[in-house]
């Protein structure tokens, strides 16, 4: 599997993001402000929880890019014979439900959509559990450098 420049430019995208997200839906609840990491030089925006929500939801717009590029690119490969790797495979399904569920999240947020307390509660645990399971298992796959995808022998 031959990678392009703009594969390469995609991937690194898609790694900015992932992390950028993680780090502002920690920053989210709000956990920067209290312990004092808004105060390290560079990171002051991140204590704002607006400006901490705004850029979470660009770093998710982009993921979500990164993500929809993907999933298209591996549609047109699978006829020569590229697969999903069991991690690719595994990191691919968190990934769509963190990204889904995201989309629910931002989608509350629009006038004229309310959810039900028990929803809200319920897709906010769904939200922030499956970015913590797709941050360890990115964090696994990177320290054991498995790949998402692999070529199939013929």
Not at 3 to 27: E, K, N
Not at 54 to 75: D, E, K, M, P, T
Request: with cysteine; net charge positive.
């Amino acid at each position: 599997m031959k990678t392009s420049l703009q594969d390469r430019i995609v991937s690194v995208i898609f790694g900015v993001s992932a992390v950028l997200a993680v780090f502002t839906g920690f920053g989210n609840m709000p956990l920067y402000k209290r312990y004092y990491i808004a105060d390290v030089p560079g990171l002051g925006w991140s204590g704002d929880f607006f400006t901490n929500l705004h850029v979470h939801y660009i770093a998710g717009s982009l993921l979500l890019a990164a993500a929809v590029y993907g999933g298209v690119r591996f549609w047109f490969e699978r006829k020569e014979g590229t697969r999903l790797t069991r991690s690719g495979a595994v990191r691919a399904a968190v990934l769509i439900l963190a990204l889904v569920s995201g989309v629910f999240m931002a989608l509350r947020n629009l006038p004229g959509i309310d959810y039900p307390f028990y929803a809200h509660a319920g897709l906010n645990f769904l939200h922030m559990s499956v970015a913590v399971v797709f941050m360890v298992l990115g964090i696994g796959c990177v320290a054991a450098r498995c790949r998402w995808l692999q070529k199939q022998s013929q």
